[in-house]
């Protein structure tokens, strides 16, 4: 009996339940968690995904769906399970987006209107890897949902994917699009030097004008009525921006402004974090698919780079010079992080150059524009 139980006992633990594949996801979260920990890769975003990664290859059964048994019993789901359903409901990147509008300034996308261009000439990339996902074979929907990384935002890709119904690829857009954000400081550089010569990364630009603090409440309040007037899908996201943005900027509701912008930021964060992460087992990731994926993903963020360097070239021959063209790389809507390697190209030109808030305006706008991708894609394929 000893020897029984303690066969039993060993036939138990993971060694023995594991696939090869699931020691390869092991090993991806450990990369992950090693890029965030050591070298600061976004780690609010990459440390709850590695781990969420490292449990489900561990513990599949942490995802498990409810179910009931032969003799009637109902069997509750698995942890994850429950945090995963608040993404595929779309609740977590709302909220998140709800927080990343209160802790946002809209006042330099206010300052400089040009820059709603320079953040639409940045969601170039996702047209450009939605034709590209139909050609490798995608559908439609699926397509739709993976172009989406191009605009290097992660709750976008997520809300799209459970909308469009693509959830089987939820995992892989999920963890392609944080890896992305991630990523930002080390992929978008190369390009933006590519397409510019030093003394355009040498362009100073002039200080933006104060903003009004009625400029800053009205502002959430128009782009709300005028985007979900013409696109009502995209309310859940660009509502939510601008709730968080108003909260922030009316100056009545401090402690809604701080709660979203902080306790419920960060408990959204940990929550869809580890979520995504628990997306990815080894049979759900380890397939041909997850490939073209990171591989589509990867060139819509090129191509969104891109088109905002290349506009920004254009407005500064048609301004004279008074654009920097990098600017125009923060149209992907990482925010902050697009708008501070933009910085950062500039001051290795010029160390005196300062570029962070003129890029914050491109920055913003293209939080908007991926949303309005999204509603875009939503409204062509008829979902609500």
């Not at 060694?15 to 390869?24: A, H, K, P, R, S």
């Not at 949902?145 to 605009?151: E, L, T």
């Not at 925010?335 to 890029?359: C, I, S, W, Y």
Request: include cysteine; aromatic fraction near 8%; proline fraction near 5%.
């Amino acid at each position: 009996m000893i020897l029984s139980t303690i066969n039993n006992l060993i036939h138990q633990t993971a060694f023995f339940n594991l696939t090869w594949g699931n020691y390869v996801m092991i090993l991806v979260a450990f990369l992950f968690l090693y890029l965030a920990i050591k070298h600061g890769f976004e780690p609010l975003l990459l440390v709850p995904i590695a781990f969420g990664m490292l449990l489900v290859n561990i513990y599949p059964d942490i995802m498990a769906d409810p179910s009931v048994s032969a003799a009637g019993q109902s069997q509750a789901g698995g942890l994850l399970h429950y945090f995963y359903i608040l993404d595929e409901w779309s609740i977590l990147p709302s909220l998140i987006f709800m927080g990343v509008g209160a802790m946002t300034d809209f006042g330099p996308l206010i300052a400089n209107p040009i820059s709603f261009i320079l953040g639409a000439a940045a969601q170039v990339g996702i047209y450009v890897a939605y034709f590209l996902a139909i050609l490798l074979g995608f559908n439609g929907k699926a397509a739709a949902a993976i172009s989406i990384i191009g605009g290097a935002d992660g709750p976008t890709s997520i809300f799209l994917c459970g909308k469009l119904g693509q959830t089987s690829l939820m995992g892989p857009i999920a963890v392609a699009a944080y890896s992305y954000m991630s990523l930002v400081p080390i992929i978008q550089p190369p390009i933006m030097k590519l397409f510019t010569t030093e003394e355009e990364r040498k362009i100073k630009m002039g200080q933006l004008r104060p903003v009004s603090k009625l400029e800053k409440i009205l502002f959430p309040i128009v782009i709300t009525v005028v985007v979900c007037m013409l696109l009502p899908t995209t309310a859940p996201l660009v509502g939510m921006l601008m709730l968080g943005n108003l909260f922030r900027e009316c100056g009545v509701v401090k402690q809604l402004q701080e709660t979203a912008s902080n306790a419920m930021m960060y408990i959204v964060v940990i929550l869809l974090g580890t979520s995504v992460g628990a997306t990815t087992s080894a049979e759900a990731f380890l397939k041909l698919d997850t490939i073209k994926i990171v591989v589509l993903g990867l060139a819509a963020f090129i191509f969104g780079t891109a088109g905002g360097v290349l506009l920004g070239k254009v407005l500064c021959k048609a301004t004279k010079g008074r654009i920097n063209p990098l600017i125009g790389s923060a149209g992907v809507s990482a925010v902050p992080m697009a708008a501070r390697v933009a910085q950062k190209v500039g001051a290795e030109a010029d160390p005196t150059n300062f570029l962070l808030m003129h890029a914050m305006g491109p920055n913003v706008a293209g939080v908007i524009g991926t949303a309005v991708a999204a509603g875009t894609f939503m409204a062509v394929y008829g979902v609500k």
